[in-house]
């Protein structure tokens, strides 16, 4: 097989790269630079399909590849921030309590966890379902570790403060744990971000998205975050109700 065939696994394994040095951040509590790898490796992830499409080297190899390194990107790095936060707040706090016991036991911060099975279940699905060649049912593991990733960064950013009291409170980050579990996995169809064709009538819902993403990025930063991932569910929702309307 030809070098050029290979490329796309390449920038694969750039992105499983990014997700193993994200983890050794993320355990050690360097959640800045854990963030900024998970960015650098949903950015590998964005490439590798793409140009699997231009130098037609796509192969079930290539598939199951690209699963494996955003388990690790996108799914096991966010479970071990969410992990690691609750963690954070178990040793620090002591008003917090879920039941009697299980808080003080350890047990809570291990919910965080939910976060990389759901995820696990999410990557296994989408390579069997027919229905997601060209958009996604339910959040993608990217998107979703994004969500998880920016709530440290909130947090240090620090820029309202009643915001970051709901950020650091372990029943909220236990909630956002399930919560992102259930979005990975539920029927919402969502549109894709990744380029197939160069047109603006394939691309165009895709661009405006991108628009109103970057102007909310310059000017709410990390908290823009959230807000892009929930303009994204309603705007897919917004999408598919006019799509069947002219169905």
């Not at 355990?27 to 963030?35: I, L, P, T």
């Not at 650098?40 to 037609?56: S, V």
Request: glycine share 4%; aromatic share 16%.
């Amino acid at each position: 097989m030809s070098f050029k065939k290979q490329i796309p696994n390449l920038i694969t394994f750039l992105n499983l790269i990014c997700g193993l040095l994200a983890l050794i951040h993320a355990f050690n509590g360097n959640y800045n630079e854990a963030f900024s790898l998970v960015c650098l490796g949903i950015f590998f992830d964005f490439w590798d399909g793409f140009f699997a499409r231009i130098f037609n080297a796509q192969s079930p190899l290539g598939v199951q590849l690209d699963s494996l390194a955003d388990m690790v990107t996108s799914g096991v790095v966010p479970g071990v921030v969410m992990y690691k936060m609750l963690s954070d707040i178990q040793e620090n706090q002591d008003i917090y309590t879920l039941t009697p016991d299980t808080y003080y036991m350890g047990i809570v911060p291990y919910i965080g966890f939910v976060i990389t099975v759901a995820s696990c279940f999410r990557l296994a699905k989408f390579n069997i379902d027919t229905r997601q060649t060209d958009s996604f049912i339910g959040l993608p593991t990217p998107a979703n570790a994004l969500l998880i990733m920016s709530i440290p960064m909130i947090l240090f950013a620090n820029q309202y403060e009643w915001l970051s009291e709901i950020l650091s409170n372990p029943y909220f980050l236990v909630a956002l744990s399930f919560l992102s579990a259930y979005l990975l996995n539920a029927e919402i169809p969502l549109f894709s971000l990744k380029v197939k064709y160069f047109s603006w009538e394939n691309n165009k819902l895709q661009v405006f998205f991108l628009a109103i993403s970057a102007l909310l990025l310059v000017v709410f930063q990390y908290l823009a975050i959230p807000m892009i991932i929930l303009f994204y569910v309603i705007l897919s929702v917004i999408n598919n109700t006019l799509l069947s309307k002219k169905a």
